[in-house]
């Protein structure tokens, strides 16, 4: 195989890594086993990364940012608050069932960092991120939309992951309708919380 930049063979090992551990789960996820799945030297793993700490930051903070760029799209330019947040609040929900392997890989690599001290602070530091990152996109469609918040957007934020972390779990479980009316009952809820338009 021809030589590939690290720059370049980074995302390729990271792609690599979230389809294999997205198919057979964390454990499943070796250096031997990524490289095998890209078709490289299991070296070219331990040089691009360093770390295994390294590697799963990168295919935690991967997996953020496909969400956050689902999110961000489905919310056009000309719609209220309410229909923004349900169009994105649905988006998300679209990205968990077209590809629940990866919401579960998502779910166990949290799991498996909380038991490991030195992953511990990735997802620690996850955490505020993507609060932070659902906080200013609130912000800013209620800017966009002329609408008042009554609480802050990041409490908002907050309230809304922590529930469909619950959902998306029980969805992965059970798999019926049920789970998708929550989530209507969810985003209203959120709406709510907001505040009714105009203060």
Do not use: C
Not at 42 to 55: S, W
Not at 79 to 108: C, K, N, Q, V
Not at 133 to 159: C, K, N, W, Y
């Amino acid at each position: 195989m021809a030589h590939v930049p690290a720059v370049e063979r980074r995302p390729q090992l990271v792609q690599a890594a979230i389809e294999l551990m997205a198919r057979e789960g964390v454990d499943a996820g070796s250096t031997r086993a990524i490289a095998a799945e890209l078709g490289v030297a299991q070296a070219t793993v331990h040089y691009t990364f360093g770390t295994k700490r390294d590697l799963y930051r990168a295919v935690i903070e991967q997996l953020t940012a496909e969400l956050v760029e689902q999110v961000r799209g489905a919310a056009p330019a000309g719609r209220d608050f309410e229909t923004s947040l349900r169009l994105m609040a649905r988006a998300l929900w679209e990205g968990l069932r077209a590809h629940p392997g990866r919401y579960l890989l998502f779910i166990e690599l949290m799991t498996y960092a909380l038991r490991n001290a030195d992953l511990h602070e990735v997802v620690r530091t996850h955490q505020r991120e993507l609060e932070e990152t659902a906080a200013g996109m609130i912000s800013e469609v209620a800017e966009r939309t002329g609408r008042p918040l009554a609480v802050e957007a990041v409490t908002l934020a907050r309230f809304f992951l922590t529930g469909f972390d619950g959902l998306a779990l029980r969805h992965l479980v059970v798999e019926d309708d049920a789970s998708a009316v929550a989530l209507e009952q969810l985003v209203a809820a959120a709406l709510a919380l907001a505040g009714t338009d105009g203060g």
